[in-house]
């Protein structure tokens, strides 16, 4: 007798709970939550060739850096390639000029474009944006 009243008691705790809710349902609550997963990226660059390979949406940061250097090694045809910007629910950008590159990350594309230009021009002149990639949840303008 006592176990059938403290499992009514429960239950009636549980419906008074939903009920002080304003009507939603913990699927309403599920479905309003936006949860969006971590997502990394990288850039990879070849100093000899000047070659590239690029990565996005990865679960971490090693897989994105390698999937760059697997690229840009397929382009280079040499063993130089190296991971030198990853980001992380951003965007990346590489910048090439006469005689060196720079690279950079930043929340949004503007911002991985501008900084790769200016590490780029601490090096080198005539400095262009050759590759930039987003990760899908960064942030756009």
């Known amino acids: 007798m006592h176990r059938i009243l403290l499992s009514s008691l429960i239950i009636i705790s549980i419906l008074c709970l939903f009920s002080l809710t304003d009507g939603y349902t913990a699927l309403a609550w599920e479905e309003e939550i936006e949860v969006q997963a971590d997502l990394y990226g990288a850039i990879a660059f070849s100093p000899t060739t000047a070659a590239h390979g690029y990565s ?3 679960a971490n940061r090693s ?10 090694e397929k382009q280079s045809g040499s063993d130089d ?3 030198i910007v990853w980001f992380h629910n951003a965007c990346g950008a590489l910048a090439v000029g006469d005689t060196g ?3 950079g990350w930043g929340t949004d594309l503007k ?20 590759r930039w990639v987003c990760t ?3 942030l756009s303008e």
Do not use: H, Q, W
Request: charged share 25%; net charge negative; with cysteine.
């Open 63 to 72: 897989a994105a850096e390698r999937k760059a250097i697997n690229e840009c």
């Open 81 to 83: 390639c190296r991971a």
């Open 111 to 130: 911002y991985a474009v501008l900084y790769a230009l200016e590490s780029c021009l601490e090096m080198t002149d005539n400095c262009k944006p050759v």
């Open 101 to 103: 590159y720079g690279s």
């Open 56 to 58: 996005f949406d990865y």
């Open 136 to 138: 899908s949840n960064a």
